[in-house]
């Protein structure tokens, strides 16, 4: 009896979840299978970097080359950074303790290029919350953001069990919530 030999063929593709344009995923896929098809690991960020600084790479165009601009985008993912994780406190002024847990001070509605929120989509938390259409937006992207962390985990589930308690329970809550 002779035995059989399995072949399989591997590709990459980019996750849903990968927040650049479809040509900037598909830039990178492309290189990425030419440059490191059936390499044991991937590229560091650093050779990424010293590949695409070559101006006729095909990633080159990923990048912002000009420093003066890419210190600025930076600086400005760097100051939302700071003002997603900016926290408000609820003081009693008669006994100056604080009431309840500090909260988010401004919730961010929507993010553009490198996470960049506009001036306009920073909302205080407090009108968030009061204002249906807007916490709807926000749950609506928190929802998203957990469908994301799922199918992220969902693979090293297969390698690791320790998620599986929590994509069960989500999975058997999100049937419950479509049936009714």
């Not at 927040?19 to 991937?42: I, K, N, V």
């Not at 992207?141 to 969902?154: E, S």
């Amino acid at each position: 009896m002779s035995k059989r030999r399995t072949r399989y063929r591997y590709d990459w593709v980019m996750s849903d979840d990968c927040r650049r344009q479809s040509w900037q995923r598909a830039t990178f896929l492309d290189w990425m299978t030419t440059h490191y098809s059936g390499s044991e690991h991937p590229p560091t960020p650093e050779e990424v970097v010293k590949a695409a600084k070559r101006k006729t790479s095909s990633i080159h165009s990923l990048f912002e080359w000009d420093v003066n601009k890419a210190a600025h985008q930076s600086w400005l993912a760097e100051a939302g950074y700071y003002l997603r994780h900016l926290l408000v406190v609820k003081i009693d002024v008669n006994t100056n303790v604080e009431v309840g847990p500090p909260v988010r001070a401004f919730i961010p509605l929507k993010r553009g290029r490198y996470g960049r929120v506009g001036r306009e989509d920073y909302r205080k938390a407090q009108r968030v919350a009061n204002m249906p259409s807007l916490k709807q937006t926000v749950l609506e992207r928190a929802h998203a953001d957990f469908l994301a962390f799922l199918d992220r985990y969902k693979a090293y589930s297969e390698f690791m069990n320790s998620f599986d308690p929590v994509i069960r329970a989500y999975e058997k809550v999100s049937q419950k919530k479509n049936a009714s």
